[in-house]
C-alpha cells in the first residue's frame, strides 16, 4: 500500500497550491479520502474529507470557502487544491485513506484513517 503526495512548496500569500495523492495496493475507488496538516509543535488536524462515492464532504472550518477535494478513479487519485492561501496554512500536509463499505462515509479523525502518505511541506510566505 502506498499513499504518495507531491505538490507542496514555497507560495506567497493569496496564492494557490493544488496538492495530489497517489494511491496504490488497496482499492481506491471504495475508500473515504481525507487530508490532515500538521504544524511544527500542534498536532496533527483534520482539513478536509471524501467520500467515495464523492457525494459526501467535510471541511475544517478554517478552510471552508477556500479548498476544496476531488479524486479522480482513473488515475487513483484525490487532489486538495488550495486557493486564497494564509500563513496559518502553513504545514507538512498528509492525505489519508480507509476503505470503507459505506459510499457516503467520511472520517474527520485520525484514527479512522488505514493509510497515510509520507506528507508534504506547504509553506505560506512573502
Known amino acids: 500500500v502506498q499513499l504518495v503526495e507531491s505538490g507542496g512548496g514555497l507560495v506567497q500569500p493569496g496564492g494557490s497550491l493544488r496538492l495530489s495523492c497517489a494511491a496504490s495496493g488497496f482499492t481506491f475507488s471504495m475508500s473515504a479520502m481525507g487530508w490532515f496538516r500538521q504544524a511544527p509543535g500542534k498536532e496533527r488536524e483534520f482539513v478536509i474529507a471524501?467520500?467515495?462515492?464523492?457525494?459526501?464532504?467535510s471541511y475544517a472550518d478554517s478552510v471552508k470557502g477556500r479548498f476544496t477535494i476531488s479524486t479522480d478513479n482513473a488515475k487513483n487519485t484525490v487532489y486538495l487544491q488550495m486557493n486564497s492561501l494564509k500563513p496559518e496554512d502553513t504545514a507538512v500536509y498528509y492525505c489519508?485513506?480507509?476503505?470503507?463499505?459505506?459510499?457516503?462515509?467520511?472520517?474527520?479523525?485520525?484514527?479512522?484513517?488505514?493509510?497515510w502518505g509520507q506528507g508534504t511541506q506547504v509553506t505560506v510566505s512573502s
Open positions: 489519508a485513506a480507509t476503505p470503507t463499505s459505506n459510499r457516503d462515509a467520511y472520517y474527520r479523525s485520525t484514527y479512522m484513517y488505514l493509510y
Open positions: 471524501i467520500s467515495w462515492s464523492g457525494g459526501q464532504t
